[in-house]
Nanobody, 123 residues
């Protein structure tokens, strides 16, 4: 399984970015796909997740109402639309895949990780 994250960049507070995670290597219908982030000096934290089959979504409280996770079954790609960005959203964002289908917010639940993409929000 390979996960390729892209779409990060520098944006002003209040702006928007869309991250993409292209998944390849197998069929993901039973997987849960997640986005995590890690700021300098902090632990990696859960941002959002989506069940590939059915599309149920889950969000960290800190991003509810601002971020939207979605997936494109044809392109095997998961997206994270980030609106109303704040300086505290600055981090490296990672996409991840959980083959068990349990999902959730724990890093250890996820089996595969992308390389990360930097998001910087200036004030």
């Amino acid at each position: 399984v390979q996960l390729q994250a892209s779409g990060g960049g520098l944006v002003q507070a209040g702006g928007s970015l869309r991250l993409s995670c292209a998944a390849s290597g197998r069929t993901f219908s039973s997987y849960v796909m997640g986005w995590f982030r890690q700021a300098p000096g902090k632990e990696r934290e859960f941002v959002a997740a989506i069940r590939w089959s059915g599309g149920s979504t889950y969000y960290a409280d800190s991003v509810k109402g601002r971020f939207t996770i979605s997936r494109d079954n044809v392109k095997n790609t998961v997206y994270l639309q980030m609106n109303s960005l704040k300086p505290e959203d600055t981090a490296v964002y990672y996409c991840a895949a959980d083959r068990s289908g349990r999902g959730g917010s724990f890093v250890r639940t996820y089996d595969y990780w992308g390389q990360g993409t930097q998001v910087t929000v200036s004030s």
